[in-house]
Nanobody
Framework: QAPLVESGGGLVQAGGSLRLSCTAAGSIFEIITMNWYRRAPGKQRELVAQMTHEHTNYAESVKGRFAVSGDYGQFPMYLQMNSLKPEDTAIYYC?????????WGQGTQVTVSS
């Protein structure tokens, strides 16, 4: 079983919203960053949002539309996605980088129709 589990993906029309959730299947210690990535068809994986103990950073392509919520170092972590665009279509992955390792989920598909 993947150490992280994403949910909340689906099909939505352009301009709509979705909220993704990330939970941990087991205990994860010594977290450095909590992240959301995505991989669009035919493209490389992209870092969408990164939460540290001090701040959360966003990719320029989603700034002002996406927001991470949840407490740093705790689960669940959420990704609220508003004003979705067709170019947001991708598989979204939850990721945690820790001193003991790099943890991933299996991803959740987000499809935005025009």
């Amino acid at each position: 079983q993947a150490p992280l589990v994403e949910s909340g993906g689906g099909l939505v029309q352009a301009g709509g919203s979705l909220r993704l959730s990330c939970t941990a299947a087991g205990s994860i210690f010594e977290i450095i960053t909590m992240n959301w990535y995505r991989r669009a068809p035919g493209k490389q994986r992209e870092l969408v949002a990164q939460m540290t103990h001090e701040h959360t950073n966003y990719a320029e392509s989603v700034k002002g539309r996406f927001a991470v919520s949840g407490d740093y170092g705790q689960f669940p972590m959420y990704l609220q996605m508003n004003s979705l665009k067709p170019e947001d279509t991708a598989i979204y992955y939850c990721n945690v980088k820790g001193w003991r390792g790099d943890y991933w989920g299996q991803g959740t598909q987000v499809t935005v129709s025009s």
